[in-house]
């Protein structure tokens, strides 16, 4: 029988014991994953472990709600304490002194909770396609939170991260619907992000004061053509936070590390490597 690639460790966090891959061996690289239905780390970085593994020690858990981490029936979401909890109980069971941070939309903005949470634990800080800055629900972020399981819903919400479908593979959407279909999986989705959509986003922003506060050398990277952050809430954390960059992809949308999978490998790697 095949071992699932998508199940890594158990270790106990918060009551509750989170799934994380934890591969490689060098300065701690933490990857965050987005918030959409049946997303899991390995879903979202399954093509970037193995390059970072490298020369990294790569942690990526899936967050309390999502993929393979317990989710307690009697757990409440709070924003955004419950996944900093979660990440910092994490790391210091994995015994990690200091992490670089790589974050993926929610992810994203989960990243800079962290860095203004422990500035001392985290050094460089990566940004992709993040939450964090005021916007308004759009109708395909309400789709995406307010996903109900079919296949043909799977590949719409494909359709709307990518700005060339042909990069995101009816392989991956199927293994995203079927992850939806697992016992209780749904029922735990929809305890996540329950209507009203707009207080979670509101939940995710970081205060300017907190933003201008942050000494981490940052780079945020976002598609030009994203459909679900508006590329401007990349701008606009550019210009508040200090030691940092912005690179935007063209005929790119949300995904970037797989639509621009190897210019922004090399991307990254150059960022931390400058830190090294």
């Not at 994380?20 to 965050?32: I, K, T």
């Not at 053509?225 to 210009?239: E, F, G, I």
């Amino acid at each position: 029988m095949s071992i699932d690639p998508e199940l890594g460790t158990f270790v106990d966090t918060c009551g509750y014991r989170t799934n994380v891959h934890d591969v490689g061996e060098g300065p701690a690289l933490l990857l965050l994953h987005g918030s959409g239905a049946g997303v899991t780390a390995w879903a979202n970085w399954r093509n970037l472990m193995p390059e970072m593994a490298r020369d990294y020690r790569v942690i990526a858990p899936d967050l309390v709600g999502f993929g393979y981490t317990e989710t307690p029936e009697d757990f409440e979401f709070i924003f955004m304490t419950s996944w900093v909890d979660q990440i910092l109980a994490l790391l210091d069971a994995l015994k990690v002194e200091r992490a670089h941070v790589l974050g993926n939309s929610f992810g994203g903005a989960l990243a800079l909770w962290l860095a203004v949470r422990r500035p001392d634990l985290f050094d460089r800080l990566v940004l992709m396609g993040p939450g964090g800055w005021p916007v308004r629900v759009n109708e395909n972020l309400e789709f995406l939170w307010g996903y109900t399981p079919s296949l043909d819903n799977m590949k719409h919400v494909l359709d709307i991260m990518a700005f060339d479908r042909r990069l995101v593979t009816d392989e991956l959407a199927e293994m995203r619907y079927k992850a939806t279909l697992r016992p209780g999986a749904q029922q735990v989705f929809e305890r996540v992000f329950p209507a009203p959509r707009q207080r979670w986003l509101d939940a995710q922003v970081v205060q300017i004061a907190d933003l201008r506060a942050l000494k981490h050398e940052t780079l945020i990277v976002h598609g030009r053509d994203d459909r679900v952050v508006d590329p401007l809430v990349s701008w606009n954390l550019h210009q508040h936070i200090p030691n940092s960059e912005l690179h935007m992809f063209g005929n790119c949308g949300h995904w970037t590390m797989i639509e621009k999978a190897a210019p922004f490998r090399r991307l990254i790697t150059d960022f931390f490597a400058r830190g090294a």
